[in-house]
């Protein structure tokens, strides 16, 4: 995200675009990857800057129930007092009071708190600050924590069933989220956490100070210095479901190749599917394998199991080609049913690969990648 936002406020200070231009054409770019990724958009948009006042009105609230205080125009959380309520700061992280004061670091604003631990709702605007909004405790702006309890309590409810975010957030970004939703409600605001592990690029953490990045239209459309070709939205989704969520994934050029010759033999089974003829007898057990398919996803989204499932099929495919197993009328039927429905509806992924002259088109794209790399190699960048 900062990357992202970082090459585009860049452009558009070169485009010279007015702030609200900004806003909407980020929003645009936004929804042009989403729809290019097969993404369902979001149904609300919200934004930290629309809803001040529901955050005022949560530091307020904080601060009469005894959990916050005033220091020097700034409000914090004050974690002893959370704790001695009964509640425990730390419960999503496992981790106990003492160990986080133990390992406070000397950061900004210490000497305003009565806790080191203790996090800001609210930062006192220095003369210099830009973002700054009237408050009854000065001029400020929000802290880091409190604009998603405020915006997922308006718009989900006190409770919700599952929150999303990398493993980084998990402390102490989704730990304060936690802790200001139970103070104002008394109840769990959430049911399921879903932490996403971190995604390497080519064995390297991603970084904007070192290059080592590429932005999700880049690899769409092959311009970058770091994967060999383009590559399409679909065999991208693929590639990233072949890893668990909650597991390091390496994006590399070889690994998305090998995941495009995986996807385009999916897809030439799906796609060979509707011609298969019903036997009088099944070879293969088909509701057993509807049951490890439904089995695999209710295990925390396991998809990596779900997809050596799907090859199951792809293995039985290729056999009715050879004339070596059949299904009835009822279990194709249902076999076809299931199989798209989970590649499709649960996966996501898309056919890119469904007319008879798709072997043509491959062979150009592949001769058209040639030139192209050849021609980079040539620094010819005109014709590349």
């Given at each position: 995200g900062d990357v992202a936002n970082d090459r585009f406020v860049k452009q558009s200070k070169l485009e010279k675009l007015e702030p609200m231009d900004i806003v909407q054409k980020y929003t645009v770019d936004f929804h042009k990857v989403l729809d290019n990724f097969n993404f369902l958009p979001p149904t609300i948009e919200p934004t930290a800057t629309g809803h001040i006042i529901e955050q005022i009105e949560l530091i307020e609230k904080l601060i009469q129930v005894g959990v916050a205080y005033e220091s020097k125009g700034s409000v914090y959380f004050d974690v002893f007092a959370y704790n001695e309520k009964g509640l425990n700061y730390g419960e999503l992280s496992n981790r106990n009071i003492d160990e986080l004061f133990a390992n406070t670091r000397d950061l900004d604003g210490q000497n305003e708190k009565k806790n080191p631990q203790d996090f800001a709702l609210w930062k006192n605007a220095s003369p210099a600050h830009i973002m700054r909004w009237n408050s009854p405790w000065g001029e400020g702006f929000p802290g880091w924590h409190l604009?998603?309890?405020?915006?997922?309590?308006?718009?989900?409810?006190?409770?919700?069933?599952?929150?999303?975010?990398?493993?980084?957030?998990?402390?102490?970004?989704?730990?304060?989220?936690?802790?200001?939703?139970?103070?104002?409600?008394?109840?769990?605001?959430?049911?399921?956490?879903?932490?996403?592990?971190?995604?390497?690029?080519?064995?390297?953490?991603?970084?904007?100070?070192?290059?080592?990045?590429?932005?999700?239209?880049?690899?769409?459309?092959?311009?970058?210095?770091?994967?060999?070709?383009?590559?399409?939205?679909?065999?991208?989704?693929?590639?990233?479901?072949?890893?668990?969520?909650?597991?390091?994934?390496?994006?590399?050029?070889?690994?998305?190749?090998?995941?495009?010759?995986?996807?385009?033999?999916?897809?030439?089974?799906?796609?060979?599917?509707?011609?298969?003829?019903?036997?009088?007898?099944?070879?293969?057990?088909?509701q057993s394998w509807k049951n490890e398919c439904y089995s695999a996803m209710n295990d925390d989204f396991n998809t990596p199991i779900l997809i050596s499932h799907l090859f199951e099929v792809v293995k039985v495919i290729n056999q009715i080609k050879e004339q070596k197993a059949s299904l009835t009328e009822v279990d194709l039927s249902e076999l076809k049913t299931t199989m798209k429905a989970f590649v499709f509806d649960v996966l996501g992924l898309m056919n890119e690969n469904t007319q008879d002259n798709s072997g043509k088109i491959s062979g150009v794209v592949e001769l058209l990648i040639k030139l192209r790399k050849e021609a980079r190699e040539n620094k010819d960048w005109a014709l590349s």
């Open positions: 604009e998603c309890t405020a915006m997922s309590t308006k718009y989900l409810g006190e409770t919700f069933d599952i929150h999303g975010g990398g493993m980084d957030l998990k402390f102490p970004h989704h730990e304060c989220e936690i802790a200001q939703s139970k103070t104002c409600s008394g109840v769990t605001p959430v049911n399921y956490w879903m932490h996403t592990n971190m995604l390497l690029l080519n064995g390297q953490k991603m970084a904007k100070s070192t290059g080592n990045f590429i932005l999700p239209n880049e690899i769409l459309s092959g311009e970058n210095d770091i994967l060999p070709k383009p590559f399409s939205a679909s065999v991208v989704r693929f590639f990233n479901m072949q890893a668990n969520y909650r597991s390091i994934l390496d994006f590399s050029g070889e690994a998305l190749e090998a995941s495009e010759k995986g996807h385009a033999k999916l897809m030439e089974a799906i796609n060979f599917l509707d011609k298969i003829e019903a036997g009088n007898a099944s070879t293969f057990n088909v």
